[in-house]
């Protein structure tokens, strides 16, 4: 088979299926699916939005106003793990999740009551889902809620970049990261100039570089 196959800041809106999986059917190679937002996805067979036949790392996503006869927003029957974290699945169809094999939901916000650590229940409170902004807002129970370690080196976030957005907080919870006002002014290297005066019409060009802790 080719390498594994990764689906990375993506968004999958309104898209229907014939048969599984609304937006994406994974078969074969196992895949990552990153920092994506599944929204009004529809699937005439299972998994409104995803379905794997293969094993997955779906992290980090915001899956919405799916639906599907079985399983409107993740379907599996996978044989291999699927790793469903930091991952918002919110306001879909009320159908039953009937293809749930190796399917592990950890640290998800969902409207579901399903098992799974460090899942949450409550509204993900987006800006505004009407018009498609999945952003959220700053009371959000989703903000500072992921996975502490999301790469498992027993480094929990507030000692690894790696398990922090780019604010340098605890990861949240869902494709779209909500972030801490930017207090940190920029570091910058300016360009000392000659003693030259300019007159009236005539261009002086200034140059500089700048570092940013959010760079």
């Keep these: 088979h080719a390498s594994t196959v990764q689906i990375d800041s993506c968004d999958f809106i309104a898209n229907v299926a014939g048969s ?6 994974i078969a074969n190679d196992r895949s990552d699916i990153i920092r994506s937002v599944f929204s009004g996805n529809i699937s005439q067979s299972r998994g409104g939005s995803i379905f794997c036949d293969a094993g997955a790392n779906i992290y980090n996503n ?10 409107p927003s993740i379907g599996s029957t996978s044989s291999d793990s ?3 974290i930091n991952t918002i699945l919110w306001d879909n169809s009320n159908q039953n999740w009937d293809n749930q094999y190796n399917v592990k939901y ?3 916000a969902i409207d579901k009551d399903w098992e799974g650590l460090g899942n949450i229940y409550q509204n993900p409170n987006f800006v505004n889902s009407e018009e498609l902004n ?3 807002i700053s009371n959000s129970p989703c903000i500072d809620a992921g996975n502490p370690d999301l790469d498992g080196d027993g480094n929990e976030w507030y000692l690894d970049p790696d398990d922090q957005d780019i604010d340098g907080t605890r990861m ?3 494709a779209l990261s909500y972030l801490e006002p930017d207090t940190i002014p920029p570091t910058i290297d300016g ?8 007159g ?3 261009t002086m060009t200034i140059a500089w570089n700048a570092m940013d802790d959010r760079s």
């Design 62 to 71: 915001t899956i919405v106003f799916s639906s599907a006869p079985i399983d």
């Design 200 to 202: 009236t019409d005539e």
């Design 82 to 84: 699927v790793y469903v």
């Design 172 to 174: 949240d919870i869902g």
């Design 191 to 198: 360009v000392i100039l000659d003693e030259i005066s300019y």
């Design 106 to 108: 950890n640290f998800c």
């Design 134 to 136: 999945y952003n959220l």
């Design 20 to 25: 599984d999986g609304g937006a994406v059917f």
